[in-house]
Structure formats: structure tokens, C-alpha cells
């Protein structure tokens, strides 16, 4: 966790050793259902790069799984963008999601979501890590040779909701090293993680931002298009992605999901093939709180903190805007 703020890094020990509770499981494997009194309806959001089509025709099936297991009348919600998931949040329009920190730390303040668990690898890690990726024919090796020759580059920035894509490269890469991508390089374009790796692989940007769990996802289906990419850069470790709910949910209807989802694929053949092909980073889910966005939140007030710094303009309002962020980072760490 090199790299991590004190209290961050301490949040993230104490997740790692919460135990997966309110499992109500029979000995198939089965989680608790609701009472056909109390079937409803659940929308369940997903963040995905994949597209709408390839979106929907993997998730279906865990959708179909869990109507079956919980009794729940279970709908895929399949948003173009992180912003509107959290717009379709703060509506209720949609009650679970999977989705990333940064897009659940707007849902957790906007709309009163709140975390409840987290994708977790084969081996139980909580993370990844967000990279800068370029073709391997670029003649870029290092990080240092891409700030070097920025001005001649073109540069593909993630969704500025993303976690991976736009706020970890934009604090640890550029705010940090007191630099603005926009003024930065040559060019600069966002887009998801899939656009950004269609645009170095199409020789439409140079460099551009990424993350492990989609390029891994990448290679399984490009064998040949992943051997072709190189990683200049890589984060410190970042905890994975959150499974978050609105927090109106009734008490047994969070009892009902929490169940489903935290046993999920931990014993089933076919749960598990039906969790690796969600292309979620991980093998299934375990229980965690909001304390996971406390790293990113951070991460983010640093950013902001290094633009302020940065900034032209009155240095009486300057002040007073750093000291607002110092109150933030203190109440955090």
C-alpha cells in the first residue's frame, strides 16, 4: 500500500478482516427469500465499459440467478455514463449497483447510497491499480519520457467520473507533480476505458488511461491486441469496486440482497463461471462500508488542493479555499 495516506491504509486492514455476515444459506447454497408477500421489484445498475449489448447479454444471466435464488422481480438498469447512474440513484430509478469509487462516493453524498460490499480477486485482494497504457511500437518506456514529450503527444483521459481512468493518473501523474493535463500535451480526448484502449491500439492518441481489471478482461478476448499495448505507469494499489444500495431500502430487503450477493459463486461451479464472465476484476464479493471511499476522497482533495495552489487569482479567497480542503483532509485522515 505504498503510497496510501496513514488512516486510509488503516481503513483498508480493518475491511480486509470483516467477516462476510448475515449470510442466511441453506446447504445448496442457496441464499434467503423474500416472502411472496413481500416480492418486488429490484433495478440493479452496472458500470460497465463493455457497451449496451455486450453489457446486458453477460449480466442476464446473474440477473436471472438472483430472481430465482432471492424471489425478487430482478431488472438490469444499464446507464451510458457514471454520471447518470448516480442521477438514476439520487431518482430511484435504481435501488444496488456495481460501480466504481468515484461514481459512488457522488451516489453515496447526492443521494443517500451507501456501501455495502466489494469485488475481491481469487486470492481475497481488495484493490487494483489504475496504469497509463501506450502501443508497444511508441517508443514511450517511461513516465518521464511521456511528461518529456507531452507537448508532441496526444493524450486519452478517462470519464470524469472514473476512478482509474480520470482521478488517480490526475492526482499521482499530473496534480502532484504540479502539472494540467489539458495544457499538458498536444491533444487530449476523453472516453472509457474500452474507447481508450481502441485509440492507442488505432493509433488515434499516444498514450491514455486504463486500469489492470479491464485490461486484463482485454487480453482474455485480444490475446494478440493486448501483446501489442505496454503499461509506463502504474498506481498504488486502489480498493476494488463497490457494490452500493440506496439507503431507503427496507431493512429486509437489504438483508435479502446482502445475502445473495456476499455468497455468490463461492461454491457453485456454474455461480462462478457466470461471476468470471461479468468481467468484474474478481471471483465475487465480501462485505465492506463507506469507509472504502475514505483513499479516494483523499486522492481527490489532493488533487483539488494542488489546482487551488496552482491557480491565478486572488490569494485571500486562494487561502481561504486551502484551508477549507485542509479541514476536509484532517477530518479524513
Known amino acids: 500500500m505504498t503510497g496510501w495516506f496513514p488512516r486510509a491504509a488503516t481503513l483498508l486492514r480493518t475491511a480486509a478482516l470483516l467477516v ?29 465499459d463493455m457497451g449496451l449489448e455486450a453489457t446486458r447479454r453477460v449480466w442476464e444471466p446473474f440477473f436471472a440467478d438472483m430472481a430465482r435464488l432471492t424471489g425478487l422481480a430482478v431488472s438490469g438498469y444499464y446507464p451510458p455514463d457514471n454520471g447518470d447512474l448516480v442521477d438514476a440513484f439520487a431518482s430511484g430509478r435504481i435501488d444496488v449497483a456495481w460501480t466504481g469509487n468515484k461514481a459512488a462516493i457522488e451516489a453515496v453524498d447526492r443521494a443517500g447510497a451507501e456501501v455495502f460490499g466489494q469485488v475481491i480477486d481469487a486470492a481475497g485482494n481488495p484493490g487494483y491499480w489504475s496504469v497509463l497504457i501506450t502501443r508497444d511500437d511508441s517508443g514511450l518506456a517511461t513516465l518521464d519520457q511521456v511528461l518529456q514529450q507531452a507537448a508532441r503527444l496526444r493524450f486519452g483521459n478517462g470519464d470524469p467520473t472514473s476512478t482509474s481512468g480520470n482521478l488517480v ?3 499521482y501523474v499530473f496534480a502532484k507533480n504540479g502539472l494540467d493535463a489539458r495544457k499538458l500535451f498536444a491533444a487530449m480526448r476523453s472516453g472509457n476505458h474500452e474507447d481508450n484502449i481502441r485509440a492507442v491500439l488505432g493509433g488515434e492518441v499516444d498514450v491514455a488511461t486504463n486500469n489492470t481489471i479491464t485490461l486484463e478482461a482485454f487480453e482474455k478476448t485480444n490475446p494478440a491486441d493486448h501483446a501489442r499495448l505496454r503499461i509506463i505507469w502504474r498506481s498504488p494499489l486502489l480498493p476494488s469496486d463497490p457494490l452500493v444500495w440506496r439507503g431507503t431500502l427496507s431493512d429486509g430487503l437489504k438483508r435479502v440482497v446482502r445475502a445473495f450477493l456476499l455468497s455468490y459463486g463461492r461454491t457453485s461451479p456454474e455461480q462462478k463461471a457466470i461471476l468470471a464472465s461479468l468481467n468484474l476484476g474478481g471471483s465475487g464479493f465480501r462485505a465492506s462500508t463507506n469507509d472504502q471511499l475514505v483513499p479516494i ?15 491565478p487569482g486572488d490569494e485571500a479567497v486562494r487561502r481561504a479555499r486551502l484551508e477549507a480542503i485542509d479541514l476536509q483532509l484532517k477530518a479524513l485522515q
Open 20 to 48: 462476510v455476515t448475515v449470510l442466511v444459506v441453506t446447504l445448496t447454497g442457496a441464499p434467503s427469500r423474500v416472502g411472496a408477500a413481500e416480492a418486488q421489484r429490484l433495478s440493479f445498475g452496472v458500470s460497465s
Open 169 to 171: 493518473p490526475g492526482y
Open 297 to 311: 476522497r483523499i486522492i481527490g482533495l489532493m488533487k483539488e488542493r494542488a489546482r487551488v495552489e496552482a491557480a
